[in-house]
């Protein structure tokens, strides 16, 4: 049982960007609606779709010019440019992303949505190198944080329903943002049904 894009969903929460709103509301593949919005084009190659997954990944990951330009053919500047295009087809990210860091740094550390905290004493530092890994961990925290807490939260809730319901069945292992399960004969759908009710 997979949660689709979650880091990029909670990020969408969070930053109440409305664009990327409304691309989950719609159901869009969001990788797809960011290359429309960027390229400006209704049909998406697989280039373009490439740039834009690396680009929505990359605002989580605090990913720089230098970033993109190593994980595609760009130049730094070309890297920059495409960084630019994308905060301004998102404009509320960039604020978004402004807003984490200057939180932390008048609090000291950055939290997930249920208020776990990882604190960040270089967020002020004179160091511009642990300055800049500590705003990073500002943006990267709550989003990635908030996505973790939401797979703990749901596999506590789906082991308790299943001992609950007295079912055969079993979490085995989350990996990332996904659960796998071994399902006994005859409890499959009971099992999705009791997935799809918690997970969300």
Request: charged share 25%.
């Amino acid at each position: 049982a997979d949660y689709s894009q979650i880091e990029l969903r909670v990020l969408a929460h969070l930053s109440r960007e409305s664009t990327l709103l409304e691309a989950f509301l719609n159901g869009e593949d969001i990788h797809n609606a960011t290359a429309r919005a960027m390229y400006g084009v209704l049909n998406v190659n697989d280039d373009q779709r490439r740039m834009a997954k690396i680009l929505n990944f990359g605002v989580i990951y605090g990913l720089g010019a230098q970033g993109v330009a190593r994980q595609t053919d760009l130049s730094r500047q070309q890297g920059q440019e495409f960084i630019n295009l994308y905060f301004g087809k998102y404009p509320g990210l960039r604020d978004y992303i402004e807003e984490l860091k200057q939180k932390a740094r008048d609090n000291g550390y950055a939290e997930t949505i249920i208020g776990r905290r990882r604190y960040l004493p270089e967020i002020t530092s004179r160091n511009g190198m642990y300055r800049s890994a500590a705003e990073r961990i500002a943006v990267n925290m709550p989003i990635q944080g908030t996505a973790a807490d939401i797979v703990k939260i749901a596999m506590l809730d789906v082991v308790d329903a299943i001992r609950e319901q007295k079912f055969h069945s079993r979490m085995l292992i989350q990996v990332h943002d996904e659960l796998i399960f071994e399902v006994a004969p005859g409890e499959l759908l009971e099992i999705q049904a009791l997935v799809q009710e918690i997970m969300p």
